[in-house]
């Protein structure tokens, strides 16, 4: 599982013409599972975005958490994350997760973060979906599971 968290001050997710999900302040996470991924992986990184601390302080140190800033998330499910371009130029996709297992995985993923009582907005699994953000420093983060949980 990867997830790209970045700092924002705002943003929302359109889709069709129409804004499906917008937050004032906290974390735009784009979401990609591969296919070992499962919800006991989802649970660790969950609970691992949740206790980043990655929002400034009074003194400008990165000390306070989404909670500490009473921030919100916009999540999107991005199965590009695990595009390679080991070979040629154009991307292949067999890292990432078929979409029903994927978008199971997104859906209970979003779950945990609210069921912690974090505001979550989504991005519509599988839409074309448009991505607006004023990224905060900037400051983007990126975890991934196979990383963080050897």
């Known amino acids: 599982m990867r997830l790209v968290v970045q700092n924002s001050l705002e943003a929302s997710c359109e889709v069709d013409n129409?804004?499906?999900?917008?937050?004032?302040h906290g974390f735009v996470v784009l979401v990609g599972f591969t296919h070992d991924d499962n919800e006991e992986i989802v649970i660790k990184m969950a609970n691992k975005l949740l206790s980043m601390r990655v929002f400034e302080d009074?003194?400008?140190k990165t000390n306070l958490s989404l909670k500490d800033v009473n921030g919100e998330i916009l999540s999107i499910s991005q199965f590009t994350l695990y595009a390679s371009l080991k070979e040629g130029?154009?991307?292949a996709f067999v890292d990432a997760m078929e979409p029903?297992?994927?978008?199971?995985?997104y859906d209970f993923f979003n779950?945990?973060?609210?069921?912690e009582?974090?505001?979550?907005?989504?991005?519509?699994?599988?839409a074309d979906m448009k991505?607006?953000?004023t990224n905060?420093?900037?400051?983007?983060?990126?975890?991934?599971?196979?990383?963080?949980f050897k």
């Open 111 to 115: 779950s945990c973060l609210e069921k």
């Open 18 to 24: 129409k804004i499906v999900g917008h937050i004032s």
């Open 100 to 105: 029903k297992e994927a978008s199971d995985l």
């Open 117 to 126: 009582g974090y505001k979550v907005q989504k991005g519509i699994f599988g």
């Open 131 to 133: 991505i607006k953000l």
């Open 58 to 60: 009074e003194n400008g």
């Open 136 to 148: 905060n420093g900037p400051f983007t983060t990126i975890l991934d599971s196979k990383e963080l």
């Open 89 to 91: 130029r154009r991307p």
